[in-house]
């Protein structure tokens, strides 16, 4: 199906909305740091919970507490990311909300995809995905990029979407 340039969502641009990107790469350094405290915490927890099942298991269970780790990790992405907010709690304190860039609805599995590319190229490098954020007019990192998602500043952005749907609602 070939979409015309009036259907395409229309994707916010840093020199007519300025507001939307205003400090973003500190919003997302903070959210992140924010947001592996959050992650530290689940490890935490459900390595404890493991570490007492293992008592009741006769220690079954803790041959799977080597995935405690990794599942945390999905588990916090795909319910906060995948969530109708499309913000992980770092991202909601920080005021910043994740857009699909591509007119495609974000669902668990794109937010899933977006974390998992995040941590491939923070893991192999972190400074090669931040100087995208320098260059990039919408100041999006590599697995921004490659996923087709935008971040951007919620609260102007919940102006934007009401000016887009008053504009698409007044031409019909």
Do not use: K
Request: glycine share 8%; hydrophobic share 55%.
């Amino acid at each position: 199906m070939n979409q015309t340039q009036l259907d395409r969502p229309r994707l916010p641009d840093p020199e007519s909305s300025p507001e939307l990107f205003d400090s973003l790469l500190t919003r997302r350094s903070i959210a992140f740091v924010i947001d592996l405290v959050v992650i530290g915490a689940l490890i935490l927890g459900f390595s404890i919970l493991g570490a007492i099942a293992g008592f009741f298991t006769l220690g079954l269970a803790w041959l799977g507490l080597f995935i405690v780790v990794p599942a945390s990790v999905v588990f916090y992405y795909c319910v906060t990311l995948g969530s109708a907010a499309r913000a992980t709690l770092g991202m909601r304190m920080m005021d910043i909300v994740l857009t699909p860039a591509r007119g495609q609805p974000l669902d668990g599995w794109m937010a899933l995809i977006h974390a998992g590319l995040f941590w491939v190229t923070a893991w192999i490098s972190l400074p090669l995905s931040l100087l995208f954020v320098l260059f990039t007019p919408r100041r999006q990192m590599l697995h921004d990029l490659v996923t087709g998602t935008l971040m951007v500043r919620r609260s102007p952005m919940v102006r934007h979407w009401r000016a887009q749907n008053l504009r698409t609602r007044g031409a019909f």
